[in-house]
């Protein structure tokens, strides 16, 4: 009998970058951490979804290193995973674009990926819309 072969796993890169989106007029807002290479496309995801998004004039977007402990918000608390409690945050979330960009399906296709946010998304409508218990 050979023996089976052994392979071994690439290492896993870190989690070692956030976003930081700095808005005129409004506090900065960090979400991470990401591996760099997904803050990256990240940042590009956001970037082409303020040529269609509102958010205050001169907003930026980069790719910075992540801060243990920042005063900022963990992007895991401010995302929900479920439709649940999405649906809830649908009803609290501003109205004003400066305060809500990225607003709160942006954060989930940056937390989920297009496919799961919008199926998440999709039934918390139904929830927030009384169609579903």
């Known amino acids: 009998m050979m023996p089976l072969a052994t392979f071994k796993r690439p ?3 870190p989690a070692t970058c956030d976003l930081l989106i700095t808005k005129p007029g409004y506090e900065p807002v960090r979400l991470g951490p990401f591996r760099p290479a997904i803050a990256s496309q990240n940042a ?7 040529a269609y998004t509102a958010h205050p004039l001169g907003t930026r ?3 910075a290193h ?9 992007f895991t608390d ?3 995973t479920d439709s649940g409690t ?6 609290q979330e ?6 809500r960009f990225p607003d709160l399906y942006a954060r989930l296709v940056l937390r989920h990926g ?3 946010a919008s199926r998440l998304w999709s039934v918390a409508c139904r929830i927030y819309d009384g169609d579903e218990a």
């Open 61 to 63: 977007i980069v790719v």
């Open 94 to 99: 501003s109205d004003n674009p400066g305060e």
């Open 44 to 50: 590009a995801s956001l970037q082409q979804q303020m």
């Open 86 to 91: 999405i649906a809830t945050i649908m009803d």
């Open 114 to 116: 297009h496919e799961q």
């Open 78 to 80: 401010i995302t929900p």
């Open 11 to 13: 290492d896993i890169e």
């Open 66 to 74: 992540h801060t243990a402990g920042c005063d900022h918000p963990d």
